[in-house]
């Protein structure tokens, strides 16, 4: 008797309980929901600036196409990764955590850097000519910049993870370019 009458209690408070308990839920729910889409959004190519530079990227065969569809996508990053770092730095409360960007984005400059660097030490036209008598390779200033660009790309995608880990926040690009217009440089 005593634990039929306990159960008849235990039923009691989960009936009423039940309706707080499910809205609960149904709220977390929504919560992990929108989280999911936004963190199911495959950045690294479902963003504007891969989309705009797609065709860019296919299209560039010279040299100077190449160096200048490069080029302008490194600026995009860069100017992207500028914009997501201080979008994060003002959801702070705690302004250390605003320094922490700012030595991760020097950080990241300082990486960008040395990517070119090694890219244009990559670049050898003349197998024949010692290594000893030059100084670095050929200079492939397009691929070193798309390094950069790369190294930017990361950089940016690791920051909007960070601030979109707030389910409440979502990033949004500020890039509304159409890529480097191969157009305009071809009629040129």
């Known amino acids: 008797m005593k634990k039929s009458f306990t159960l008849l209690i235990l039923a009691g408070l989960f009936a009423f309980s039940a309706p707080t308990f499910a809205a609960d839920v149904n709220e977390t729910a929504n919560t992990e929901s929108f989280a999911q889409q936004a963190q199911e959004v495959d950045l690294d190519v479902d963003n504007p600036i891969e989309k705009a530079f ?6 560039a065969q010279a040299t100077a196409e190449i160096n200048y569809v490069n080029e302008a996508y490194l600026e995009a990053w860069k100017a992207e990764m500028a914009n997501v770092a201080s979008v994060l730095k003002k ?22 850097d040395k990517a070119f660097e090694l890219e244009m030490l990559n670049w050898i036209s003349d197998p024949e000519e010692s290594v000893a008598n030059r100084s670095f390779g050929t200079g492939a200033t397009g691929g070193a910049m798309l390094a950069q660009g790369e190294i930017f790309q990361q950089a940016t995608l690791n920051l909007i993870a960070h601030y979109q880990a707030n389910p409440e926040l979502v990033y949004t690009f500020i890039y509304n370019g159409k890529g480097a217009d191969l157009e305009k440089l071809r009629a040129q």
């Open 54 to 59: 797609a065709k860019d990227f296919e299209m």
């Open 91 to 112: 959801s702070f409360t705690n302004k250390e955590d605003g320094k922490r960007v700012d030595d991760y984005v020097a950080a990241y400059n300082t990486l960008a």
